[in-house]
């Protein structure tokens, strides 16, 4: 599985933005998928996954209400739409695939064997 995401830009606060991560492979559907973050001097963050099966999205606490993440499996896309842009939102964004996660331990990027690479948000004040 190839993964490349796309979206980030420059946005005030309180914008939405909706980043997009485009997927190969014939078999993504099967495949969890999660986006995480990192922002400069910080560690690389969880912030949702899709779980193929079920429908089932969870999100860090931290973004809950704001963030939604959703999947097109016909179309080999993942969404991450970002509400009331803030601030301290600022960060790489990655979408990442792993068939070896579960809702135990999908906020484990070790376990993510795929990546994208960064896309870029930016929030000013």
């Known amino acids: 599985v190839q993964l490349q995401a796309s979206g980030g830009g420059l946005v005030q606060a309180g914008d939405s933005l909706r980043l997009s991560c485009a997927a190969s492979?014939?078999?993504?559907?099967?495949?969890?998928v999660g986006w995480f973050r990192q922002a400069p001097g910080k560690e690389r963050e969880f912030v949702a996954a899709?779980?193929?099966?079920?429908?089932?999205?969870i999100y860090a606490d931290s973004v809950k209400g704001r963030f939604t993440i959703s999947r097109d499996n016909s179309n080999n896309m993942v969404y991450l739409l970002i509400n009331s842009l803030k601030p301290e939102d600022t960060a790489s964004y990655y979408c990442?695939?792993?068939?070896?996660?579960?809702?135990?331990?999908?906020?484990?990027?070790?376990?993510?064997?795929?990546w994208g690479q960064g896309t870029l948000v930016t929030v000013s004040s």
């Open positions: 492979g014939r078999t993504f559907s099967i495949y969890n």
């Open positions: 899709a779980l193929w099966s079920g429908g089932v999205t």
């Open positions: 990442a695939a792993s068939r070896r996660i579960n809702s135990s331990n999908y906020a484990t990027h070790s376990l993510y064997d795929y």
